[in-house]
Structures are given as structure tokens and as C-alpha cells.
């Protein structure tokens, strides 16, 4: 029978059938995070029982440290005491914690792929949505919530039911100045923010084989964005590749005893998928968003839309209410608004290939007046190698601030916040309400666009600088 | 975890698509680990204004629907972030049963860890109920045993319900209580795994003894 690579890594991993669609997962890598970790690692101990098997966990915390340069711990002290529970319980439970300042410290779905720990036909969760991320690489990666996070811990499984399969394929060659995330903002615009609800979603297609991992892992890490849980790519060698001598990664004969198997990860030919699109890539413009979902997002040369045209009630509410928050007016053009703030980081654009491509852009120009931009590293590792390569004194030279690694304004949850009604170009994955902050007004593009935004004080189209 | 059997209550209606677990509840107030202030921050920036006075025009702060046990939602209701601090937000408000076209996954999933029932009915049948609950002041039931929900209007309308799903929130079940069950076949599957498989497990083990 013909099978997805979704379904091939899927039924690899079931222990047992539990009746009705229910199987019983095992789970290769657990990954935890400031936030998400405490509660789950709390709830173990509550409950008497013990981490079965700690070697295959690892931690670290993200989401609520301080960015700031010459951050300690303690810098933002909301955070500090999910980090110290963190550390302590991890190591009572005997697992890998990377603590702020070491080379495996950063934002998670960053760290896993850098460390290795991701790896092709793997299960990965993490008690985070973008743990999604993690598919770029060909892993069965997926969120979870903190009780499963807690069962994950005590019985190194899950109980899940199989979603449903869907395959977007992206065709061609895209344009200059359109990137990765460009894409996966037109594909999400294109098709809905639940247009993936319960389903899987593989990425397939010329555009995809012809991308970087870094790419992959941008696409993949918006997949929830569409509503998904999961989404991945089959491995290739572009894989193979990016994860030869990664710390965690198998090395030598373990190293190739483990691409021969994985290099039957691929979706057969007469697989069957629920639903099936495809993409026209090289028809992509650099994409935007103007409202308040990941589906809000229109060519930078688009005008606006005009909630009066929508097509159902609800879509013309939910476009108004859009509207009325972000401060914008229908049928006018995006390009040209003006910007307060740029945020360049995010599991979905922080890698060192975003800030390479940031850096080159930003090189030689100045940040606007008015406009406060700051770069933060996705992780330890990526500002280690950003700053060995001089990208920091570009940024800063430019006039970015430049960060220490973690979430930071993406989700808002160390303190870090855009003002009230400030407009912010973005390069994180959500533009929800209050999202970045009470009142912040977020706008989701590419670190190119971005820099763009942040010379010109205006949101710009690439193309044009 | 609180089983469901039957809810009978006010049902709000709050239609807007794509209410996210960013809007339900903001990730700071999660970083005090104390749940006992939850119900302050549920769905704070629609119930509240800037300064933190109350928006009275918001659904659930009317007169009414204030302490509404069911939640009737516009469709993708909790997408976007895993946080299950959503679902403990939404019960800590009193609700009990969210009605919505469609659900994000993970907070799908959450809300039967926690006893919420989340029902997916065609997204017509949420407006027209909607247009009850606005017009009229007789309560909804929804009812797991029989899956149904029954309208103001007395109207029964029946939902799929995944069956382990709802025997699980009936009786109130454990899923880790349940998993521990297969602990024999969770060991046989890893030590057969470790050598199908060795790359997943030899460079982490060797990690761990080494550093």
C-alpha cells in the first residue's frame, strides 16, 4: 500500500493500536522551554513518578529570559523563577539543560535542528505550536499542551489519532527578492488559516527540493499558522548535509547507517492525499501582513481590502475589526505606512541565514529616524556566528540594536513589548492581537523586508532599494 | 481531570473567526505559575479596556451571559499558540462547552485533558443558535451522554464526538493512568527500537554519560 512520508514515519512509531483510530506513540525527542517545562516537570512530581527516559529530553529556556545585552537570569525577574524550576528540576530528572550563555541555549525550535536533536523520521514535540519547525528537517514534529507534555514525560509516548494527509506543492523558481517566507505567507493567504486544520501538511515541489533547511524550517514553522500541527519535508541530501557533524546528530558509520534509512522517507508516487495544492512560486510577490491573522497578508504592491466587498458576514466583521485595530483604511495601498518599530528574530527567522541576508541589506544604510530596530539571534550558537562574522557591527553600525538569543518581542512574554498603537514590521509568525503587546500593531515579512521597513520608515517593497 | 456529563446554561455568542490562545489569555499572566488569578485575565483585551475598566457592550460582560457556561465561538476558535493556560482561562470564567465550526488542534486536544467539551457543528448551525441565544432568555443543554445539544428553541441537534474522546470525559478518565497499562509494551518497543534504530539513541546516550 502506498504511504505518505507522514504515514511511513507514523506507523514506524506506533506501539500499540489503541482501538478507534487511537494509537500509542512513541516519542524519539522532548523538548522543553521556560514556559511550558515548569508546569509539566511540577506535574511529574506531583504526581510521584519519575522521567522515564531523561536522555532522550532537553532544555532550555526561551520565552521568558531578557534579550537585553549583558542579560543575566535575573535581568527580567517575572522569568527568573521559571528558569531557576526549570534548571533544578531538569537536572533532579537528569536532563541536558543549556543554560543562558552556552552554546545550545536559544530559542527551541532554533536549537533543535542546530543541535542535531531534530533528525529525519524522528518524533519530536515540545509543549509549544511551532514546534512544527522541526519538519524542515523530515521529523515528525508537533505542539502539545503542558498535560500531554507531563504524560510525554512519564511514559516517553503519546496517544494520538492520525490526521488527515495534505500535500501543498510550490512550483518554480521565485523572484528576486521573494524568500521562504514569503511563500508560506501567500500560501496561508491563499488558502486560510484553518485551511489545514487536522491535517498534516507536506511541502513538496521544485521550489521546495531547490531550498536550504533554513528555508524548510521557515516554511514548516508557519504550518500552524494554517492550522496545522504538523508539517514537513522529505529529506534529501540538502538534509544530509545540514546535519553532517551537528553535536547531537550521528557521527561516521552511525552517521551513515542512518542516511541509508533515511533516504526512504520520501511519499510514494500513488500516495493518496486528503486534499492537494499547488503553488505557483515564481508568481509570488514579497508578502505582508495588514490585519490581525497569519491570513491577512496581501502583495506589498496590494492595496488594502475593502471589508464592504467580503464575501460572507463574517469575513467583512472579522476585516473590520482587523482594520479598526491596525488603524488602517480599506482600498488604500500598505506600502508607504509608516513604521515606529522592526523586530528581526523569531523561530521562524532568526537563523544565521536570515541575518546574513539582513546584514547585506542593512550594510552601508541607516535605520530611519524615529524607528527603534533590534536583531535578536535565534540562538547562542547563531549570535556566536553572527558576531564572528562582523554581522553585529553591520547591524549596529546601521543603527539596530543587537540582542542576546530568545524569543523576545515575538510573544511578548520577557517584558519585551512593542508600545500601545505602535505599527512594527516583523519577522516572527504571528500578527494576533496584543500578540507583541497590548495595542501593538504587527505587520509579518521577510528579514528583508524588514530591513527595508527600517531604512525607509515605511513599509517598502524590497525591490524598490 | 473534572468529567462532563451535562451542561445546561446560558450560551454566549462571541462569532468572531480565529480567536486565538494569544487573545484568551496573554502569555505574561502565565509566567505566574498560580492559576488563582486566571479568571481575571480570560479574554482580557475584549473585556476590558486599555486602562482595565470593563468594556460593558462585551458578551460576557452582560448582565445575561455574565458566568456563561457555553461558549458559542466564530470558526478556528484557539488557534494558534499550544498554551493550555487557554483552557484552564476559559474554565476558570465558568465555561464548560465551547460550540464552534472548527477548533485549533492543540487547544482541541487540551480541552480533554481538562473536562472542556468542545462541540464542532456546521458553522450555519452555530449562527442560527447564536441567533437564539441573542433574542431569546431560555438556556441551551448540551448533553455528551446523548450527543446532543438542545437549543432554546428546544430543538435537539445531534454532534460527532470521537468515542474514546467521550468516554474519557464521561467517566473522567487519566491518560497517563491508562498509557501506564502498556509500560511492557513501551519497553519492548524501545529495546527493539535501539537496535533498529541506533542513531536515535547512541549519540545522545553517549551525550549524557560524557558530559
Known amino acids: 500500500m502506498p504511504h505518505t512520508v507522514f504515514e511511513k514515519i507514523w506507523n514506524r512509531h506506533v506501539i500499540c493500536d489503541l482501538g478507534d483510530g487511537w494509537a500509542l506513540l512513541h516519542i524519539d525527542r522532548h523538548l522543553l522551554h521556560d514556559l511550558s517545562g515548569p508546569p509539566a516537570l511540577v506535574d511529574v512530581a506531583r504526581r510521584g513518578l519519575t522521567v522515564r ?71 519530536l514535540i515540545c509543549g509549544d505550536s511551532h514546534t512544527c519547525t522541526n519538519g524542515g528537517l523530515g521529523a515528525l514534529a508537533f505542539g502539545v499542551g503542558s498535560s500531554e507534555s507531563t504524560h510525554a514525560l512519564v511514559t516517553q509516548t503519546l496517544r494520538q489519532r492520525k490526521p488527515g494527509q495534505m500535500r501543498i506543492r510550490f512550483e518554480g523558481t521565485p523572484a528576486q527578492g521573494v524568500t521562504p517566507k514569503d511563500l508560506i505567507l501567500h500560501a496561508i493567504s491563499h488558502l486560510g488559516a484553518a485551511a489545514a486544520a487536522g491535517h498534516a501538511i507536506e511541502y513538496a515541489g521544485s521550489t521546495i527540493r531547490a531550498m536550504k533547511s533554513e528555508g524548510r524550517l521557515t516554511i514548516c514553522n508557519l504550518s500552524v499558522e494554517m492550522g496545522a500541527k504538523y508539517g514537513l519535508i522529505a529529506p534529501d541530501d540538502t538534509t544530509f548535509s545540514f546535519l553532517a557533524d551537528r553535536r547531537f546528530a550521528p557521527q561516521g558509520a552511525l552517521f551513515d547507517a542512518a542516511v541509508a534509512d533515511w533516504r526512504t522517507l520520501i511519499t510514494d508516487e500513488d500516495a493518496v492525499f486528503d486534499r492537494d495544492e499547488m503553488i505557483d512560486a515564481s508568481a509570488v510577490a514579497p508578502t505582508i501582513t495588514w490585519g490581525t491573522s497569519p491570513e491577512h497578508a496581501i502583495p506589498i504592491d496590494g492595496l488594502i481590502p475593502d471589508p464592504a466587498t467580503a464575501s460572507t458576514a463574517a469575513v467583512r466583521q472579522a476585516q473590520q475589526a482587523a482594520l479598526d485595530y491596525m488603524g ?68 549596529r553600525e546601521a543603527g539596530f540594536a543587537w540582542h542576546e538569543s530568545g524569543c523576545s518581542m515575538c510573544v511578548a512574554a520577557n517584558g519585551e513589548r512593542i508600545p500601545p498603537g505602535a505599527r512594527v514590521v516583523s519577522t516572527s509568525n504571528r500578527n494576533f492581537v496584543g500578540r507583541q503587546g497590548p495595542g501593538a500593531r504587527t505587520h509579518l515579512a521577510s528579514p528583508a523586508m524588514a530591513v527595508a521597513a527600517a531604512v525607509t520608515g515605511r513599509i517598502t517593497d524590497v525591490r524598490r532599494i | 481531570m473534572q468529567p462532563f456529563t451535562l451542561v445546561t446554561g446560558q450560551a454566549a455568542p462571541l462569532m468572531l473567526a480565529n480567536i486565538d490562545t494569544d487573545v484568551i489569555i496573554r502569555i505574561e499572566r502565565l509566567s505566574d505559575p498560580s492559576p488563582a488569578h486566571l479568571h481575571l485575565y480570560a479574554l482580557e483585551a475584549l473585556r476590558h479596556f486599555p486602562d482595565g475598566s470593563e468594556n460593558p457592550d462585551f458578551i460576557l460582560n452582560q448582565p445575561r451571559f455574565r458566568g456563561a457556561p457555553i461558549l458559542l465561538a466564530g470558526a478556528n476558535f484557539g488557534c494558534g499558540s499550544s498554551r493550555e493556560g487557554a483552557v484552564w482561562a476559559l474554565m476558570a470564567l465558568g465555561i464548560r462547552s465551547v460550540l464552534a465550526a472548527s477548533f485549533g488542534d492543540i487547544f482541541y486536544s487540551n480541552c480533554f485533558q481538562n473536562g472542556l467539551l468542545p462541540v464542532v457543528l456546521p458553522e450555519s448551525t452555530v449562527q442560527a443558535l ?82
Not at chain 1, 541589506?361 to 558576531?387: D, H
Not at chain 2, 430543538?155 to 487519566?174: V, W, Y
Not at chain 2, 533498529?196 to 554519560?209: C, I, K, L, M, N
Request: contains cysteine; glycine residues 10%.
Open chain 1, 328 to 395: 488602517l483604511e480599506p482600498g488604500k495601498p500598505l506600502a508607504g505606512t509608516g513604521v515606529d518599530w522592526v523586530f528581526i528574530g523569531s523561530c521562524a527567522n532568526a537563523r544565521l541565514s536570515d541575518l546574513r541576508e539582513a546584514a547585506q541589506l542593512a550594510r552601508g544604510r541607516r535605520v530611519a529616524q524615529g524607528v527603534t530596530a533590534w536583531v535578536v539571534p535565534g540562538s547562542e550558537a547563531v549570535k556566536r556566528q553572527a558576531e564572528a562574522e562582523g554581522l553585529n557591527r553591520v547591524f
Open chain 1, 53 to 123: 527516559n531523561p536522555e532522550l529530553v532537553f532544555a532550555t529556556p526561551d520565552h521568558a529570559v531578557s534579550t537585553m545585552p549583558g542579560r543575566t537570569g535575573g535581568t527580567f525577574p517575572l522569568g527568573a523563577r521559571l528558569r531557576v524550576v526549570l534548571k533544578e528540576q531538569a537536572h533532579a530528572a537528569g536532563i541536558r539543560f543549556f543554560d543562558l550563555g552556552e552554546e545550545g541555549q536559544g530559542i527551541v525550535h532554533v536549537m533543535g535542528p542546530e543541535l542535531g536533536l531534530a533528525l529525519p523520521g524522528l518524533t
Open chain 2, 130 to 211: 447564536a441567533g437564539q441565544t441573542s433574542t431569546g432568555e431560555s438556556p441551551m443543554t448540551i448533553d455528551l451522554v446523548r450527543q446532543l445539544v438542545i437549543s432554546p428553541a428546544g430543538e435537539e441537534l445531534s454532534f460527532e464526538i470521537d468515542k474514546q474522546r467521550r468516554e474519557a470525559l464521561l467517566e473522567g478518565l487519566d491518560d497517563i493512568d491508562r498509557t501506564l497499562k502498556h509500560v511492557s509494551s513501551i519497553t519492548a518497543w524501545q529495546a527493539a527500537d535501539r537496535l533498529a534504530r541506533p542513531w536515535v539513541w547512541q549519540p545522545v546516550t553517549t551525550h549524557q554519560a560524557n558530559e
